[in-house]
């Protein structure tokens, strides 16, 4: 799975160029101009990082990070300012607001691509790894190999993307909506219900007999990966 990048940012010049590079370093990137839908597409489907521009039209950079980190489902997404503000109170403005990393205009797509892997790393570690665990279950992304507990388990391309993006993200409730985005992709027309399918066969290859269900199923709401103690 792509680790996926919402680019702010309302000078086309730059959209296309780090747009460009971002794709062709195997990011999946989202493109907006405007604060306020920044905010919306946030919110529907959350990015694994943002680069967003400090002036925008609508709502300036500062405030989209500022709503950002004022909510709690979102406080802990990873944002790069870019700007053409040098002075070091501006940095320190950036940085306050609850950016993560602060990018000067002009700068190269090098640069930019670089401090993105800088600040997955170490907010999104497990993007970062050929090797995923939670509770007792284990991913080896190279391979294609999961166990738990020591026994292999089976699953089909589906069910490994499922498993994958839950492990990503462990104990955080996903809509049927969000998985369908996330596992099938935003352009696949599939019924919602699926998910509930792939989640059964998912449940029926992870537990066997006196096994917990590590997927915990959240009324109304959607699914999540959680280790419950009894």
């Not at 101009?33 to 039209?57: F, N, Q, S, T």
């Not at 607001?97 to 497990?126: C, H, M, N, Q």
């Not at 492990?167 to 985005?181: A, N, Q, Y």
Request: glycine letters at 4%.
């Amino acid at each position: 799975m792509r680790p996926s990048i919402l680019l702010v940012e309302d000078e086309p010049s730059i959209v296309e160029l780090l747009s460009y590079n971002l794709k062709r370093e195997g990011f999946e990137v989202r493109e907006t101009g405007d604060g306020e839908e920044a905010l919306l597409m946030i919110r529907e489907r959350p990015p694994d990082l943002v680069i967003l521009d400090w002036m925008l039209p609508s709502v300036s950079g500062l405030e989209v990070c500022r709503q950002l980190r004022r909510d709690p489902n979102l406080q802990q997404l990873p944002i790069i300012m870019l700007t053409a503000r040098a002075e070091e109170d501006d940095r320190v403005r950036a940085l306050d607001s609850g950016a993560d990393d602060y990018v000067t205009k002009p700068f190269s797509p090098s640069e930019v691509i670089a401090r993105v892997r800088a600040v997955l790393r170490r907010t999104r570690p497990a993007l970062s790894q050929d090797r995923l665990t939670y509770a007792d279950i284990e991913m080896e992304l190279d391979t294609y190999r999961v166990r738990r507990a020591g026994r292999t388990i089976h699953l089909g391309p589906t069910e490994f993307r499922l498993l994958r993006h839950f492990l990503e993200k462990p104990r955080r409730v996903f809509s049927r909506e969000r998985l369908l985005d996330a596992v099938w992709g935003p352009d696949i027309s599939v019924e919602p219900r699926t998910v509930d399918v792939h989640i059964r066969r998912l449940r029926k290859a992870l537990n066997s007999e006196n096994e917990r269900d590590l997927i915990r199923t959240v009324r109304s709401a959607g699914y999540a990966l959680e280790y419950e103690d009894a």
